[in-house]
C-alpha cells in the first residue's frame, strides 16, 4: 500500500471519529423504540412538505399583520407614547405564532410510517398528549393499493397507500407521504421476500 | 394596586413562562419520541428562535416607558 493511500485512510479514520458540535443535526441512524437487533428498515417516511405548507405560509403572513395597524395608527402610537408597548405587543404576538408553526412542525415530523423486513409501523402523533403507534407483520398483507387526488399530488407525486389485511376490518393508511407508488413497490418486495423466507 | 408597568411586566412574565413551559413539552416530544435528524434539527431552530424572541421582548419590556 502506497503511503498516500494510508494517509487517506487515516485521514478519512479522522474525519470520521471526529465529532463536530452540530454533527447530532446531520448525522443520525434511524433507530426506533423496539426494534430489533436483526430488523432493516426497508422505508422511513413522513407526510409530504406541502402539508406544512398551508399553515407555514398562513403564519408568516400572520405575523406582517402588525404592519397594517403601524401603517394606520402611525400617528396615534407616536402621540401617546405607545410605540414602545405596541413593539412588545407585536413581539408577543410573534412568539404566539412561531409557536404555532413549531407545533405544525413537531407534529408532521412524529407522525411516521416505518416499514422493515419483518413489519410495518404507523406512529400517529394526533396530539401533544395523544399518540398511538399499530402495527403489523408483512405476511398479514393482503393487497396495497395507491391512490392520489388532485393536481398537486398528482404533480409533486405524493398520495395515499392504504394496505389491506387479512382481517377485512383492519387497514393501514399511509396519508400524503411522497412517492406512494415507489414505496408501494417496496412494501410488496418485502412481503413477498418476507414470505419466502417463512 | 399595582401600578400599569407593574401589571405589564407581570403579565408579559406570565405569558413567557406559558411559552417556555409549551416550548419545553415540544422540545420533549422531538427528543423523546423524534426519529432521524429531522426532529432535532427543528428542535434546535425552536430553541435559537424561541430565545432570540424571548431576549427581544425582556429587552423591550425594560425599555417601555
Same mark, same amino acid.
Given at each position: 500500500m502506497k503511503t498516500e493511500?494510508?494517509?487517506?485512510?487515516?485521514?478519512e479514520e479522522v474525519r470520521t471519529q471526529?465529532?463536530?458540535?452540530?454533527? @447530532?443535526?446531520?448525522?443520525s441512524e434511524i433507530d426506533f423504540e423496539g426494534r430489533k437487533q436483526s430488523e432493516q428498515i426497508i422505508v422511513f417516511t413522513r407526510r409530504h412538505w406541502l402539508v406544512l405548507f398551508s399553515p407555514i405560509v398562513s403564519g408568516l403572513m400572520a405575523s406582517f399583520l402588525p404592519f397594517i395597524i403601524i401603517v394606520?395608527?402611525?400617528?396615534?402610537?407616536?402621540?401617546?407614547?405607545?410605540?414602545?408597548? @405596541?413593539?412588545? #405587543? *407585536?413581539?408577543?404576538?410573534?412568539?404566539?405564532?412561531?409557536? @404555532?408553526?413549531?407545533?405544525?412542525?413537531?407534529?408532521?415530523?412524529?407522525?411516521? *410510517?416505518?416499514?422493515?423486513?419483518?413489519?410495518?409501523?404507523?406512529?400517529?402523533?394526533?396530539?401533544?398528549?395523544?399518540?398511538?403507534?399499530?402495527?403489523?407483520? #408483512?405476511?398479514?398483507?393482503?393487497?396495497?393499493?395507491?391512490?392520489?387526488?388532485?393536481?398537486?399530488?398528482s404533480y409533486l407525486d405524493f398520495g395515499n397507500v392504504e394496505i389491506q389485511t387479512a382481517a377485512n376490518a383492519q387497514r393501514f393508511l399511509f396519508e400524503e407521504i411522497p412517492k406512494p407508488i415507489i414505496i408501494k413497490d417496496k412494501i410488496m418486495h418485502a412481503a413477498s421476500l418476507h414470505n419466502h423466507q417463512r | 394596586?399595582?401600578?400599569?408597568?407593574?401589571?405589564?411586566?407581570?403579565?408579559?412574565?406570565?405569558?413567557?413562562i406559558g411559552y417556555w413551559t409549551g416550548i419545553f413539552l415540544l422540545l420533549y416530544h422531538l427528543i423523546r419520541f423524534?426519529?432521524?435528524?429531522?426532529?432535532?434539527?427543528?428542535?434546535f431552530f425552536m430553541i435559537i428562535i424561541s430565545l432570540l424572541l424571548t431576549i427581544l421582548s425582556v429587552m423591550l419590556l425594560f425599555t417601555i416607558k
Open positions: 493511500e494510508i494517509k487517506e485512510i487515516i485521514n471526529t465529532r463536530g458540535w452540530f454533527d @447530532f443535526l446531520i448525522k394606520i395608527g402611525a400617528q396615534l402610537l407616536v402621540k401617546y407614547n405607545l410605540s414602545g408597548l @405596541f413593539t412588545l #405587543l *407585536w413581539i408577543i404576538y410573534l412568539m404566539m405564532i412561531w409557536f @404555532f408553526i413549531f407545533y405544525k412542525l413537531t407534529m408532521h415530523s412524529l407522525d411516521t *410510517w416505518i416499514v422493515t423486513d419483518e413489519r410495518i409501523i404507523d406512529i400517529s402523533q394526533i396530539g401533544l398528549f395523544s399518540r398511538k403507534v399499530s402495527e403489523l407483520h #408483512l405476511t398479514s398483507i393482503e393487497d396495497i393499493s395507491v391512490h392520489t387526488k388532485g393536481v398537486l399530488q | 394596586m399595582p401600578t400599569t408597568p407593574q401589571m405589564i411586566i407581570t403579565a408579559s412574565t406570565l405569558f413567557l423524534g426519529i432521524g435528524t429531522h426532529p432535532r434539527r427543528i428542535a
